[in-house]
Nanobody
Framework: QVQLVESGGGLVQPGGSLRLSCAAS????????MGWYRQAPGQQRELVAH???????AVADSVKGRFTISRDYAKNTVYLQMNSLKPEDTAVYYC???????????????WGQGTLVTVSS
């Protein structure tokens, strides 16, 4: 079994910063990709940023220049550094990973439980 545990959400004022972390644990053979999605109230879940093994990280246009995604391969952890936060960044942020538990098994799509980010004065 594989799980993702997120941390780092909270309340921040506009213009402030937060850093989200997501650690994968369990029976992991290889993590092919990790990323962050978010879902605001009444909105669909949207991709914020992702990093695929062997490919440069990518972020959504709405957060480009403000958010940075990075990954620690040794720790099976992905981070989302969020700077210059705006009220419209308020959402539940979900970690996602594409994980293989063995060489022959098909990859699993795994989701974290979500962490709330609130940007408000």
């Amino acid at each position: 079994q594989v799980q993702l545990v997120e941390s780092g959400g909270g309340l921040v004022q506009p213009g402030g910063s937060l850093r989200l972390s997501c650690a994968a644990s369990g029976s992991i053979f290889r993590i092919n990709a990790m990323g962050w999605y978010r879902q605001a109230p009444g909105q669909q879940r949207e991709l914020v940023a992702h990093v695929v093994r062997g490919i440069n990280p990518a972020v959504a246009d709405s957060v480009k220049g403000r958010f940075t995604i990075s990954r620690d391969y040794a720790k099976n952890t992905v981070y989302l550094q969020m700077n210059s936060l705006k009220p419209e960044d308020t959402a539940v942020y979900y970690c996602n990973a594409n994980i293989q538990t063995s060489l022959i098994d098909r990859p699993l799509e795994v989701w974290g439980q979500g962490t709330l980010v609130t940007v408000s004065s």
